[in-house]
C-alpha cells in the first residue's frame, strides 16, 4: 500500500509539473508573439519615418535655401544700418535702440504740429523752437519716443 501511496504522489507532482510547464509553455507563446507584433510595429514606424524623411527632403532644402537668402539680406541690412549709424552721436543712437528694443513700433516720430506724433501730447513751445532751430532731438516726456523737428514740412507750410 505504501508503494500505491507513493506512486499516486509520484503521478499528483508529475501532472501538476506537466500544467506547470503547460502554463509556462503558453505563457512563452503569448510573449513571442507580443515580442513579433512589436517588431514588426517598430519596422512599419522605421519605414513610416523613412518615407517622412524623404518627403520632407525637398522642403527641407528649400527652406534651408530662403533661410540663407533671408540671413544674406540680414547681413546687408545691417551692414547699411552700420555705415548709416556711424554718423550718428552715440549717445542719441543708444538712446535709439533702447527705445527700438522696447517698442513694437517706431522709435522716431515727427512733431505733429505742436503735439508729439505719436502720443499727441502738447510739446511746450520753448522746446519746440529749440528742436526747430538746433535740429535737435528730444524724448517725448509722456510716451518715451525720439522727436524731432520736421522742418521742410513746416517751410511747406508757410
Keep these: 500500500m505504501k508503494k500505491v501511496k507513493e506512486a499516486t504522489a509520484a503521478m499528483s507532482q508529475v501532472e501538476q509539473a506537466r500544467r506547470i510547464l503547460a502554463e509556462e509553455e503558453s505563457e512563452l507563446a503569448t510573449l513571442s508573439r507580443r515580442i513579433t507584433e512589436l517588431t514588426t510595429a517598430r519596422d512599419n514606424h522605421e519605414n513610416a519615418l523613412e518615407d517622412l524623411d524623404h518627403r520632407h527632403a525637398e522642403d527641407r532644402a528649400s527652406i534651408a535655401s530662403q533661410r540663407a537668402e533671408i540671413e544674406a539680406a540680414l547681413t546687408t541690412a545691417r551692414a547699411a544700418r552700420s555705415d548709416k549709424a556711424a554718423g550718428v552721436d552715440r549717445p542719441l543712437l543708444a538712446k535709439y535702440d533702447r527705445i527700438r528694443s522696447a517698442r513694437k513700433r517706431g522709435a522716431l516720430f515727427s512733431l505733429r504740429g505742436p503735439s508729439c506724433g505719436n502720443c499727441d501730447t502738447s510739446v511746450p513751445m ?13 524724448v517725448c516726456e509722456t510716451c518715451g519716443v525720439l522727436l524731432y523737428a520736421d522742418v521742410a514740412s513746416e517751410e511747406g507750410a508757410a
Design 126 to 138: 520753448q522746446r519746440r523752437n529749440i528742436m526747430a532751430a538746433r535740429g535737435n532731438i528730444e
